[in-house]
């Protein structure tokens, strides 16, 4: 997926 850093943590808790 994307790697934007903290945003990366974020975007794949949601799409998990």
């Known amino acids: ?3 934007l850093g ?3 943590f ?3 808790s ?3």
Do not use: H, I, R
């Open 1 to 3: 997926m994307l790697m």
């Open 6 to 8: 903290p945003v990366n």
């Open 14 to 16: 949601l799409q998990a």
């Open 10 to 12: 974020l975007v794949s």
